[in-house]
């Protein structure tokens, strides 16, 4: 038994106005809600190692550090490639995590809390320009409306085969909105949730609804498994989707879970992951230290498989796919290096 307290992620619908950066939102979705508008990773790292192409935001995670005054704003975001077929078993070379941070008195947000008003003016464009598509950071502009801006040729042209064809024209005249999502857009970025997060029960349940959810769970991860073979016939996939497995750690997985089977995250900051399966190594791999400070990293949080069910990628063979993302952070959580830093990211899938 274990006495730590974790910390469970929900998804809820929200207002996309009432996930703006001003209100240092956790969300799962839509575009990043940066938390330095300025000093943003360069779109040469917001790049998936595999095929090149710029990652898409998954999810970030408002998580300040209370005892340390550097800390008062932090966040950790998650990015990951849209390419299904990039998501290699156990690698993540398809994702980033970057952590960012701000005093409480810094040069973009106010000392108090905003009000939740819908019409205050916050024009983030005055720190720098962001991609109509993804929201990263957009070092060139469409050369005929000077008004559209992209992380890259990829987005531009998406959005020109997307709308903006049409729209071109009438935009030379208006001020665009960066946080209005385009219909290119709409065809990449993921569905935009709030994440909310609230204690674990203490309790297993035995509630017959929750059995219900849990058995959804069972088939979403196996029908996941089996979405991770590649070139296997009708037949054998049919074995696969109706084998359970049966690994003592997955079972432990199971039945933690049981507990909120709807949830997307786990966050316990310097406590221990919740695997998937025993059936993987990388459990026990030594986790690098901070590249900037040289200090000890520590778990932090873990993103669920169930989240996939709230993203709408899919469950083909060739989809965004994982057991267990298990992110680990600078324990001091440091403010050495550039206002993004990386963060160490383990993905462990059931299959091996
Ligand atoms: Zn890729
Ligand atoms: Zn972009
Ligand atoms: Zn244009
Ligand atoms: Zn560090």
Redesign the pocket.
Known sequence: MSSTKVDIGFLEEKSSWLLHPRFFPSKVGGTPAWLDLQNLPLPTELTCKVCSD?LIFLCQIYAPYEESSDCFHRTIFIFICRNGSCCKTNSTDNILVLRCQLPRKNMFYLYEPYQEDENEEFPTDKWAKF?N??G?KAPSHCSKCKKSY??GRK?QILDWQKGHKELCPKSQNTVLNNFIVTEAGKSILFKEWELVVDEESEEDSTDIDMNQEMEKLNKLLQEKKAGTLNNVSEDELQQYTTAVPVDKVFKKFSKRVSRHPDQVLRYERGGTPLWITGNSDNSIINIPNCQYCNGQRQFEFQVMPQLLNFINVGIDINSIDWGVLVVYTCKRSCNDGPAYKKEFILKQDLLN
């Open positions: 710029p991609c598509i993804c990263a992209y992380c987005h």
